[in-house]
């Protein structure tokens, strides 16, 4: 398992690292990618909702319902 891998494993178990794109501020890089010092560490997921819908959700939350 890569040094990246290990380090994201044991801050939040439960993750497939495989699986997930990760950066360091703003950056992708590979999951071999070797920490430094104050590097911070992201982990992209993928959209639940694309920002349209997620838009047409808050707008409907926001109106209100009329029977």
Same mark, same amino acid.
């Given at each position: 398992? $890569?040094?990246?891998?290990?380090?994201?494993?044991?801050?939040?178990?439960?993750?497939?690292? =495989?699986?997930?794109?990760?950066?360091?501020?703003? @950056? @992708?890089?590979?999951?071999?990618?070797?920490?430094?010092?104050?590097?911070?560490? =992201?982990?992209?997921?993928?959209? $639940?909702?694309?920002?349209? =819908?997620?838009? @047409?959700?808050?707008?409907?939350?926001? $109106?209100?319902?009329?029977?």
């Amino acid at each position: 398992m $890569t040094p990246l891998c290990v380090r994201i494993l044991s801050d939040v178990p439960g993750l497939d690292v =495989e699986t997930l794109a990760v950066g360091i501020f703003a @950056r @992708r890089v590979t999951l071999d990618y070797i920490l430094k010092a104050g590097d911070r560490v =992201e982990i992209y997921r993928p959209l $639940t909702m694309s920002p349209v =819908e997620a838009r @047409r959700w808050r707008a409907k939350l926001k $109106t209100p319902q009329l029977d």
